[in-house]
């Protein structure tokens, strides 16, 4: 159980977290960091020092995980020292390396067996583990209690080398199975010129030397020159490396890397890697509160080469390193990934792994750089348990008191490990403004609740954010688009280029509104053909949910007044300076369409003055003689509406098999006092819209949008003359009215 920070400590913490990236493991002391890149991430395997140490007390291996520098996940401890029968004692600095795939973790720890410290190997199938013993007995021991922080390299030619020690360096030819070797003990020369200075016992009195070897080596391999860093000077220790052309030698001494500087930690132990094009120095500071010698915390900083290959000086700082890319919140997180975190602890178990535990109020998670624009939250789902009172998890932006996202209320779930999944619903409002420049945030998962007791353990968090999909390749236009939804226009579907930089109030896009077949509250039958519309420069707005899946809607039907609120959306969007779609949408030109139902729900809306166009496909009034055909739910105005039409309105049909063929064609001849078609392709009701890019009903309906929207007159061939485009179109038969013709 743990103390819970004090106030005194909880300013610390405060001012740390403020631009602080180091100590980047806050719910544990961690020491001795090893970093490995495997497979697009990096992995640092550390050492735990236990609360309220008074000495290097250390029981187990850790392991963390990060593919942005900055956000780590905690992957707890696949290793302790009751994973080695022979090991009692001393879990102290280790290093990972993966051959053949499989990965090699080298420790050192007291041995029962000799009463000294020994190396020992473990060997997992991932970078996580689990682990196991490799060989069921020391790798090598020989009673001496020098054989501590073991380092190791697997060469160009595939030979792998093992170092160690303090305060001698020890090296052994590793065989190509990794948990055997060849050949005797090597021991590296210990000289002026290899170190700075010899080994202490070796020392001339009165002598002033530049430096010493004392412990915690790693070595690497860069330009064909090999690298040995190591802790040195004695207590307190700085960081120094040498260079030689073999691991065994001959080593030049050639300097500090990380100087002899408050750290907080008479100790240090390093390791390098380089990532997604970046060098990173690790090591450890005892920065965390109650933090200390015995109470160490891994960190990192970025560092270049100097030209001529050698390291330049690097300085711990709070800041360390800058995120390599954004944060994606819209997926499963594991709770026990952070950047930074106040009071909380990280456990394990085997039914969920590692969750967030001791969690109060006041404490937070802090994740960097999260990318919350390009999508925008919806909902926050997450798995909590609570043995008795539960609390409250807000999603705060860039600060404890920042904007408030949401919040999930956590009640009790009868247990500690009684899970729960719960989820809550977003401020989208809220979200949008705040998403409006694009850039990354911060976000805090700040804990509520009853001061004073423990309120509930965490083990995942997702965002969900409105849906998009990228359908068809965005399609065949010149614009690619995007199926998605947006937060100010519930129960629709809108259908818009992916990159509106190309629209502007001289270039805007013209709006194509959208009624499905069946009056269904999704477009998910006409997706692929109103996409391909998109794609040719138009905002189109759907009625309906967005069709994520090619499968039937089950739900309530759509109502007419969708319609509506598409066009009131459009201009509003058009006229919020606030708005992406701002000075972007062409409210002068806006067609009215719909399928089957969705066509009577045009012909129903048609007399709304702010429409200057009609496309009704596969659809028609019903005469008195077949309205019983009519489902319940759909329009049913009378033929008389047709006079309200005040624009010029094409009817494509899919011809005579087409059950709406009559009513359709009804409507048509009916129609005298504005410029009225009809189009048919034999394809029966059900058209060309599921066919890749809507198929031929794309092509004429593209063409009449372009006509009358855009005012194209290519388009305008395809309907107008004696012997227009469509007619020789194969397949298609035109009728016009006198207005048309």
Known sequence: MKT??????????????????????????????????????????????????????????????????????????????????????????????????????????????????AIGVAVGDSPTGPFRDAIGKPLFENGSWDHIDPTVLIDDDGQAWLMWGNPQCY??????????????????????????????????????????????????????????????????????????????????YKGPIMPLCDTKSFTNHCGVADYKGHSYFFYH?????????????????????????????IMPTDEGVKPLEAFNPYRKVEAETMAFSRGIKTEQNDEVGVYVTDVHNGDYIKLQNVKLGGNLPKQFTARVASGLRGGRIELRLDSLGGELLGSLDVPGTGGWEKWQTLTADLNTITAQQAMRNGQCRDLYLAFKGRKGPKLFNFDWWEIQ???????????????????????????????????LSAFSKKNPLPVLVWGNGACTNSPWEHFKFLNEIASHGYLVLSTGYIPIEEKPYQGPMSTTEQQIE??????????????????????????????SCGGLQSLYNCADPRITSLMICNSGLFKTSNRSQAKGGMPMPEKAKLKEIHTPVIYILGGK??????????????????????????????????????????????????????????????????NCLLSRREGWTIEKNQKMK
Not at 43 to 61: C, I, L
């Open 4 to 117: 819970h920070l004090i106030s005194a400590v909880a300013l610390v913490l405060a001012a740390l977290t403020a631009k602080a990236q180091n100590p980047f493991v806050q719910t544990w002391y961690t020491s001795d960091p090893a970093p490995m890149v495997h497979d697009g991430r990096l992995y640092v395997y550390t050492g735990h020092d236990e609360d309220h140490a008074d000495f290097f007390w250390m029981q187990e291996w850790r392991v963390y995980s990060t593919d942005d520098m900055v956000n780590w996940t905690d992957h707890g401890s696949p290793l302790a020292l009751e994973s080695f029968s022979w090991a009692d004692d001393r879990a102290w600095a280790a290093q990972t390396v993966e051959r053949g795939g499989k990965f090699y973790w080298y420790i050192c720890a007291h041995s029962k067996l000799s009463d000294g410290m």
């Open 171 to 252: 090296y052994l030819k590793l065989n190509p199975d990794m948990v055997s070797y060849s050949g005797g003990l090597g021991l590296l020369d210990m000289t002026e010129e290899a170190f700075g200075g010899p080994m202490m016992n070796k020392r001339e009195k009165g002598k002033e030397y530049k430096d010493s070897y004392v412990e915690g080596p790693w070595l690497m391999k860069r330009n064909g020159l090999y690298y040995l860093l190591y802790a040195a000077g004695g207590v307190p220790e700085h960081i120094s490396y040498s260079t030689a052309p073999s691991p065994t030698g001959p080593w030049t």
């Open 285 to 313: 500071t005892g920065k965390l509160p109650g933090g200390g010698g015995f109470g160490r915390s891994v960190a990192v900083e970025e560092f270049r080469y100097n030209d001529d290959g050698s390291f330049p000086t």
């Open 465 to 499: 954010g409105l849906k998009s999909l990228v359908v068809e390749d965005g399609g065949t236009g010149p614009y690619k688009a995007v199926m998605k939804e947006e937060a100010t226009l519930e129960a629709h579907t809108v259908f818009v280029p992916q990159d």
């Open 566 to 595: 598409s066009i009131d959306w459009a201009i509003h969007e058009n006229a919020d300076p606030a708005s992406p779609y701002y000075n972007k949408i062409d409210v002068r030109n806006i067609c009215l369409s719909g399928m």
């Open 657 to 722: 098999e087409d059950i709406a063929y009559e009513n359709g064609m009804d409507d048509f001849h009916l129609i005298d006092h504005v410029p009225a078609c009809a189009a048919n392709y034999p394809v029966g009701h059900g058209g060309t819209y599921r066919q890749p890019h809507g198929g031929e009903f794309s092509v004429v309906a593209l063409a009449w949008l372009d006509w009358q929207l855009k005012g194209s007159k290519q388009a305008a061939k395809m309907f107008t003359g004696r």
